[in-house]
């Protein structure tokens, strides 16, 4: 099976842009689609992004998700940083046996 | 509106058997896989299995084979983890939660195990 790897944390200024990776082992990044989750403090994760770049309904237009085949990698991104967004993010992504597999999680901290 | 409500916080002891539940409504329950998520004390999600409520075809993580069982009952929209025999290690946060497009997130059970 293949492992999603997440930077363990990142932190910047509000107002700034900060993205996040996730970089699958082995396999393409592209065979499977990649959802994004945000869990702050307390709380159940809540979609942020699902199939590599969608957002559902509620959800600002600040996060944007995608992919990249060259690095193998899906990224999420989040402009105009509030501390609202201040939050633990997790990757995750199938395999062909529709196994699930989340990547290790990034806490992200706004200053 | 989807939802997927779990059943409440839970404190056991070690050996203990255990089933908690996790409702869904809002939807049709037999046409969406429900997974199971572990979150231990301050680490990250780990996902258990998975099931599909139409026909029963359940999937396990390797890390959970055997340690758990995952199952549903489509007659009133449940989905269920138990387990036969706890132990102090299986303290933890247990999602469900529905996949599908956008993954749908129950709101937790506790799960305490302490002699």
């Known amino acids: 099976n293949f492992m999603l790897t997440q930077p363990h944390s990142v932190s910047e200024s509000p107002g700034k842009t900060v993205t996040i990776s996730c970089t699958r082992s082995s396999g393409s990044i592209a065979s499977n689609y990649v959802q994004w989750y945000q869990q702050r403090p307390g709380s159940s994760p809540t979609t942020v992004i699902y199939e590599d770049n969608q957002r559902p309904s509620g959800v600002p237009d600040r996060f944007s998700g995608s992919i990249d085949s060259s690095s193998n990698s899906a990224s999420l991104t989040i402009s105009g940083l509030k501390t609202e967004d201040e939050a633990d993010y997790y990757c995750?992504?199938?395999?062909?046996?529709?196994?699930?597999?989340f990547g290790g999680g990034t806490k992200l901290t706004v200053l | 509106e989807v939802q997927l409500v779990q059943s409440g916080a839970e404190v056991k002891k070690p050996g203990e058997s255990l089933k908690i539940s996790c409702k869904g409504s809002?939807?049709?329950?037999?046409?969406?896989?429900i997974g199971w998520v572990r979150q231990m004390p301050g680490k990250g999600l780990e996902w258990m299995g998975i099931?599909?409520?139409?026909?029963?075809?359940?999937r396990y993580s390797p890390s959970f084979q055997g340690q758990v069982t995952i199952s549903a009952d489509k007659s009133i929209s449940t989905a269920y983890l138990q387990w036969s025999s706890l132990k102090a290690s299986d303290t933890a946060m247990y999602y469900c939660?529905?996949?599908?497009?956008?993954?749908?997130w129950g709101q937790g059970t506790l799960v305490t195990v302490s002699s």
């Open positions: 809002g939807y049709s329950f037999t046409s969406y896989w």
């Open positions: 099931i599909y409520p139409g026909d029963s075809d359940t």
């Open positions: 995750q992504s199938y395999d062909s046996s529709n196994h699930w597999v």
């Open positions: 939660v529905r996949r599908g497009g956008i993954d749908y």
